[in-house]
């Protein structure tokens, strides 16, 4: 039985409090009433998470938490106390955050990213921002040039934005590359760019080599359409005004504009650009 996973087990009997569960070692474990789903009989099998309840005794439950063992997430604090902070992972007990895991002091209402681990000294579930030793680093990552990957937004540097690639790998994203708005814990496509001799990798937000004009061109008349047909930027717009809007750099932009002006979508007047009407 895992404490922190989830659990395929056998409903063994049932008691006033509930039904107790066992593995195929006759290890038990009581699911309480509150989590029994309806029709559950003696001998059913029934996948259940295992964690320790607000005494410390290992509990199951049907509920689903956001992040399980060995895992990365972003979760939102609840509350600061002496012992660490609390934050919020779906379950009735939240979920520790001890001041010896903080890389970083934390405050209520902050969301933070944390790599959940079953502490071997407690037998408890714990959560930690130190997340580099959970990070491998003497293995070669299984990836491939240009591959599609899942970044989990982890840290702002003078360099640009570290990331967890597909949940595993450490990953930074190049400051000069990033034309949107990220926060702490957010999922964000990407693309593999390149894997250093420290086994570290580059990422990108768009594939390599492939111009992103023609598909910001469509979502400029999107943004057109929505907005009274009239956008306030010209080229003379400076880059920050282009990407706080927009999302995107300043050649982009340009590229895009010109793409719609030679297809007659757009009219470029001296305040800005609109979207000609369709008759």
Same mark, same amino acid.
């Given at each position: 039985?895992?404490?922190?996973?989830?659990?395929?087990?056998?409903?063994? %009997?049932?008691?006033?409090?509930? *039904?107790?569960?066992?593995?195929?070692?006759?290890?038990?474990?009581?699911?309480?009433?509150?989590?029994? +789903?309806?029709?559950?009989?003696?001998?059913?099998?029934?996948?259940?998470?295992?964690?320790?309840?607000?005494?410390?005794?290992?509990?199951?439950?049907? $509920?689903? +938490?956001?992040?399980?063992?060995?895992?990365?997430?972003?979760?939102?604090?609840?509350?600061?106390?002496? *012992?660490?902070?609390?934050?919020?992972?779906?379950?009735?007990?939240?979920? =520790?955050? +001890?001041?010896?895991?903080?890389?970083?002091?934390?405050?209520?209402?902050? @969301?933070?990213?944390?790599?959940?681990?079953?502490? @071997?000294?407690?037998? &408890? $579930?714990?959560?930690?921002?130190?997340?580099?030793?959970?990070?491998?680093?003497? =293995?070669? +990552?299984?990836?491939?040039?240009?591959?599609?990957?899942?970044?989990?937004?982890?840290?702002?540097?003078?360099?640009?934005?570290?990331?967890?690639?597909?949940?595993?790998?450490?990953?930074?994203?190049?400051?000069?590359?990033?034309? &949107?708005? =990220?926060?702490?814990?957010?999922?964000?496509?990407?693309?593999?760019?390149?894997? %250093?001799?420290?086994?570290?990798?580059?990422?990108? =937000?768009?594939?390599?080599?492939?111009?992103?004009?023609?598909? @910001?061109?469509?979502?400029?008349?999107?943004?057109?359409?929505?907005?009274?047909?009239?956008?306030? $930027?010209?080229?003379?717009?400076?880059?920050?005004?282009?990407?706080?809007?927009?999302?995107?750099?300043?050649?982009?932009?340009?590229?895009?504009?010109?793409?719609?002006?030679?297809?007659?979508?757009?009219?470029?007047?001296?305040?800005?650009?609109?979207?000609?009407?369709? @008759?």
């Amino acid at each position: 039985m895992e404490i922190g996973k989830y659990n395929k087990l056998i409903a063994n %009997r049932q008691t006033v409090n509930g *039904f107790y569960l066992v593995d195929e070692k006759l290890e038990s474990v009581l699911l309480p009433n509150a989590y029994i +789903p309806i029709g559950l009989k003696i001998d059913d099998e029934i996948e259940v998470f295992i964690y320790n309840d607000s005494e410390n005794r290992i509990i199951a439950t049907t $509920l689903k +938490p956001f992040v399980i063992a060995d895992q990365f997430a972003a979760l939102d604090v609840k509350e600061v106390t002496n *012992f660490g902070a609390f934050l919020d992972w779906g379950l009735a007990k939240d979920l =520790l955050l +001890p001041y010896r895991e903080m890389a970083q002091d934390v405050v209520a209402g902050q @969301k933070v990213l944390v790599y959940v681990y079953l502490d @071997k000294i407690s037998n &408890q $579930l714990v959560a930690t921002t130190k997340l580099n030793k959970y990070i491998p680093t003497e =293995l070669k +990552p299984d990836l491939s040039i240009g591959q599609e990957v899942e970044l989990k937004i982890w840290d702002f540097t003078s360099l640009g934005t570290k990331v967890i690639v597909n949940g595993m790998y450490s990953g930074l994203l190049y400051a000069q590359e990033i034309f &949107q708005p =990220l926060s702490v814990g957010q999922t964000v496509k990407g693309y593999v760019r390149k894997i %250093r001799e420290d086994n570290k990798i580059d990422v990108a =937000l768009q594939p390599a080599g492939i111009d992103n004009a023609s598909n @910001k061109a469509f979502d400029l008349v999107e943004y057109l359409e929505k907005n009274g047909n009239f956008l306030s $930027l010209t080229d003379s717009s400076s880059p920050e005004e282009i990407s706080k809007l927009l999302g995107i750099s300043k050649k982009t932009f340009k590229k895009a504009i010109g793409m719609l002006y030679r297809s007659r979508q757009i009219n470029i007047e001296e305040n800005g650009i609109r979207l000609i009407s369709k @008759k």
